[in-house]
């Protein structure tokens, strides 16, 4: 038995409006879905350049490992000097006793550039009034981390310092 | 016809003349014993148009590198006609703003016009002075001596101990693992392209609110009106309001030519990467109590490096700051958060910057 539009029983005619109106809402969401993730993926592929682009490249020169830092006449006792270890400054420290000691200039708390203190012998930060001994250990005030020491070698008149 | 007359009707056939200045013709001033503190915004504002007219000047001279950053403004402070001032203005009228936007600031939290419906108002203000503080901040290091080149090492080092993104943060702030001439370049970018740009955009949102809601009248004078009926209670804007502002205006430009001529700003020494930070070294009396509280906080606190907990605290502290409008009560007579933290806020920063300026 078939049927015409108008003759079929009401209830059939409604599930395939609703039927329709389904495959309309799942159309809709598909596209909805094709296009946000066209413009998401092309949002991203514009923002991805500028943010790597923000980023400086990485230095490549960074492996220093030693260097001649002073000679033996430039230090009296109990006197220091800062020297360029790579691109960052280290302090290298002639004790009351005469021994030297060498460790990083950049204190451990903000990285301000630390000094030697002949009144108090010690090493110490002007910027937050960080405190540390000559190896280098954090005695007093903000910094969480002792300061790098590195080693010293005299080799005829010249000073080397060599990362430990 | 007169000519002013001329142009006046040729506006008013194209765009409605009428239309454009209604506005300004309807706007009124609350007028009460208070009425002074309206005053701060508008003279923050002038500072602020003084900052790009002065700092537009600088930039013909200025020069952005580590090699003659320095030399460029010894230039324009000895040999440029007028330089001196220029740049003093420049650097007096930076601090000025900043003092009159926190004044402001205090003004609208005490007298609470933070309140419905103007919250965004306060909020696009905060961002405001907080984008005031980068243009401190960047600003600084352009002449690139050795005070400015510590702070920045501080400065950008302090926004490196964010958990996760801090690194980042740091080496896109610094144009690479150190404070160079790389970071010079940036923070000039900063200071003349990318702040003016943000600061006049959301400058621009913040009028238009405080257009769109009119001036706030204190709660407490609100209530003292509506019991007792009295006229006279506003003053309009345009010219009753505007000629007074001018004249604070006019106040204020006295101050900053006074301060100018008599405390030129001076130079300092060149910024030497590969010296030791001077002893006695602080930051500009903005970043005083920040400073302060960094040197105070100890290094570890349970486990966890002392500074990184200063940097969460106080980007806590701004959060607050920022959203303080939604943390007042709904209800009338309920307790009042937001009062207590900007008393408590007061207080920091003041004794803070009192103790970062005498304490050792």
Redesign the interface.
Known sequence: MSFTTAEKPVLTRVCEVQESTAKNTSRRSLLKILLGGGILASLGSFLYPVLRYLVPPAETNLGVDSVIAATIHELKPNSSKIFRFGSRPALLIRTADGEYRAMSATCTHLSCTVQYRKDAQQVWCACHNGMYDLNGRNVSGPPPRPLEKYQVHIQGEEIQVQRA | MSPAVRVQTWIDERFGWAEMIAPLQHKTVPRHRLSYWYFLGGITLFLFLIQIATGILLLLYYRPSANEAFESVQYITTQVKFGWLVRSIHSWSANLMIFTAFAHMFSVLFLRAYRKPRELTWVTGVVLLFLALGFGFSGYLLPWNTLAF?AT??GS??AGQVPIIGP?IM??LR????VTG?TLTRFFGFHVAVLPGLATLLLGVHVALVQRFGISVPPGLEQQWSSLPQPQREMRFFPNFFLRELMAWYVALAVLGLLAALFPWGLGTKAD?????????KPEWYFLSG?QA??L????IFSI???VLGVLGFGAAGLVWLLLPFLEPKREGGGRPTFAIGVFALTFITAMTIYGYFG?
């Not at chain 2, 990467?273 to 001077?278: C, D, K, V, Y």
């Open positions: 510590f090492k501080v080092e302090v980042w080496v896109f144009g690479g693992p150190d790389a990467p590969f010296a030791s930070a001077p002893a006695g070294i400073f960094l040197k906080i100890p290094p570890k490096d002392g500074e050792k």
